[in-house]
């Protein structure tokens, strides 16, 4: 995967940040419905837990979250999902578009551990319509994660 030219694009938050740290990435314009059928491709879900801390999961867009299971990575007795209302003063992004990358605030995240049977990953670009595919270790220039067994 060579370093794309991503100067004529406008930029979102997401890439910004992978850029300022010389991290490999494609961008990508998607189709919500053809998604579905990638194996690679992961969604950014944003939780609270018991202690009022929040955490962000990424898993893969055909499987949901084990709450019961992503609990347990991060140290919390329960966790639920933040309202959509919330997401976008929480966070910057709207429901639909949301990045692990470039956020307000940098929040615990987690990867599910099926990312690592792929070469590259892509998750949201920050934009509706826009996707990252980059490599576990691109992303690791970026953003601090651990991995974990957290979805069903």
């Known amino acids: 995967m060579a370093k794309s030219d991503h100067k004529k694009e406008m930029k979102t938050n997401a ?16 189709d919500p419905d053809e998604a579905k059928k990638q194996p ?3 969604k950014t879900l944003v939780t609270v837990g018991k202690t009022k801390e929040h955490y962000v999961f990424v898993v893969p867009i055909n499987r949901e979250l084990d709450l019961k299971k992503a609990a347990k990575a991060v140290g919390e007795k329960n966790i ?3 309202r959509e209302r919330e997401l976008l003063p929480l966070t910057g ?7 692990p990358l470039g956020m307000k605030k940098f ?3 987690t990867i599910d551990s099926s990312a690592k049977e792929h070469e590259t990953i892509m998750f949201s670009g920050g934009k509706i319509g826009k ?7 691109e992303l690791a220039k970026v953003i ?7 979805s069903k």
Do not use: P
């Open 15 to 30: 890439m910004r940040l992978l850029d300022s740290r010389n991290a490999v990435y494609t961008m990508h314009e998607y």
């Open 40 to 42: 690679n491709i992961f």
């Open 80 to 82: 639920e999902m933040i």
């Open 93 to 99: 992004y709207v429901h639909g578009g949301c990045s």
């Open 107 to 109: 929040f615990t995240t």
């Open 131 to 137: 996707q990252i595919e980059t490599s576990l270790t």
């Open 144 to 150: 601090v994660f651990s991995i974990e067994d957290i």
